[in-house]
């Protein structure tokens, strides 16, 4: 079920009306669903750019289409047009199954690295403009990672890997006991802070 408020449906019927093309609609949709890129889309469509697969939810004045594909990953979310403390308008949406679920305790250590990886380290590493990979999981628990972008090559990887990733994956992952560098640093091109620069 995908709540629309009031005040969004009021927002799209003002901007429907001034298309003035009989039938137009908004058109909703999942994009990269069930990764961390995970977003919606929300655009006008006319009746003939409709598949004719989209679920259709009735509002006042016009029909919120939601493509077919996207109706899992969008269900329960909210769409909303706010105004902010500053006066500035803006349409909000909320979709909470969008971006995935964690794997439940019957996943396997890997999937469940993976997904703490992809979903909670690597969003955080992209600030830097790095990221990193799982190379392998032993059955030992041992985490081996190789390091990309801005932290190959970093002076700060260490640090990085010994009071970040490592801390996170042994705290959210049980059976992890130890995240292992498998990076060849000095081929790195643009690190964040060269080698040797880290004070």
Request: charged share 25%; proline share 5%.
């Amino acid at each position: 079920m995908i709540q629309i408020s009031d005040s969004a449906q009021r927002h799209f019927r003002k901007l429907i009306e001034r298309e003035a093309i009989p039938g137009m609609g908004v058109r909703l949709s999942a994009v990269d669903p069930g990764t961390p890129r995970a977003d919606a889309r929300l655009e006008f469509a006319e009746p003939a750019d409709l598949a004719g697969d989209e679920w259709a939810v009735d509002c006042e004045g016009f029909t919120l289409y939601v493509s077919a594909d996207s109706v899992g990953w969008l269900d329960g979310a909210e769409i909303d047009f706010v105004t902010q403390a500053t006066g500035a308008q803006q349409l909000t949406i909320k979709a909470p199954k969008i971006k995935g679920a964690a794997p439940g305790e019957s996943a396997s250590m890997v999937e469940r690295v993976q997904w703490v990886v992809e979903n909670e380290i690597n969003p955080q590493l992209a600030s830097h403009g790095g990221k990193v990979a799982v190379q392998e999981v032993s059955a030992e628990g041992v985490v081996l990672l190789r390091f990309g972008g801005g932290c190959h090559g970093c002076g700060m990887a260490d640090v990085t890997l010994k009071q970040g990733i490592e801390k996170t994956l042994m705290g959210r992952v049980p059976g992890v006991t130890a995240v292992r560098d498998a990076t060849d640093h000095d081929s790195g091109q643009a690190p964040y802070i060269p080698r040797g620069s880290a004070a």
